[in-house]
């Protein structure tokens, strides 16, 4: 079946660095995107959402893109903190809301 | 505003045991979830309630698994006999009900180590 999933299973940015994460989709029919921040010991959480009539969507000092071309999601973060250390999840949803979830980027943040 | 909250935290069980999970969602959010995440894979849809109701019960695994939602305010979620395969984190979701309404609160999990 369809799923979504990312790029990179682990990323290490340098504090203070701008950081990307990339998540791929196959669903043409989603029409709904979100990233989640999961910490450990907690549940994810929401950060930022997207429908698909917009390509750019920003939040504090983090932006989504979605490029429905070639069906790909990207998180932005600025002035990557420490606090920012997590696992990030991009989930993609239909008018139903079940949300499908990619594997997860474990993203570190040096200091 | 309380948050979803999951009851317990943790569960350490014996193949062929049953367990329960609880989930209390968000006062007021009709829309409940069960997810799943299985050893470090993505996270899994297992079902959504609106209300009382099961709209979408598609991720269930298969008929060891029995959520419920009497009344319309909290989840159970049996396992009925536990097997080696169903360890792993189970989250609860919530989110309103209407339009634009897709933002699903997540709680913090069960983790259930079944041995």
């Known amino acids: 079946g369809e799923s979504v999933g990312l790029h990179l299973p682990t990323l290490s940015v340098q504090e203070g660095d701008n950081s990307i994460i990339n998540c791929a989709y196959s669903?043409?029919?989603?029409?709904?995107f979100i990233w989640y921040k999961q910490e450990s010991g907690k549940g994810p959480q929401f950060i930022i959402d997207i429908r698909s009539n917009m390509d750019k969507r920003q939040g504090q000092r983090v932006t989504v893109l979605l490029n429905k071309t070639v069906k790909h999601l990207s998180l932005q973060i600025a002035a990557t903190q420490p606090g920012d250390s997590a696992v990030y999840f991009c989930a993609e949803g239909r008018n139903d809301y079940k949300l499908s979830f990619g594997a997860g980027t474990t993203v570190t943040v040096r200091a | 505003e309380a948050g979803v909250t999951q009851f317990p935290s943790h569960s350490v069980i014996e193949k062929g045991q049953t367990v329960t999970l609880r989930c209390d969602p968000i006062?007021?959010?009709?829309?409940l979830y069960w997810y799943r995440r299985v050893m470090g894979k993505e996270i899994k849809f297992l079902l959504h309630f609106v209300k009382e109701s099961k709209q979408d019960e598609s991720g269930m695994p298969n008929n060891r698994f029995l959520a419920e939602r009497t009344g319309g305010t909290y989840s159970t979620l049996k396992v009925q006999p536990a097997e080696l395969e169903d360890s792993g984190v189970y989250f609860c979701a919530s989110s309103r009900q209407g339009v634009g309404s897709n933002e699903q609160f997540f709680g913090p999990g069960t983790r259930l180590t079944v041995l």
């Open positions: 006062s007021g959010h009709d829309n």
């Open positions: 669903n043409s029919a989603s029409d709904y």
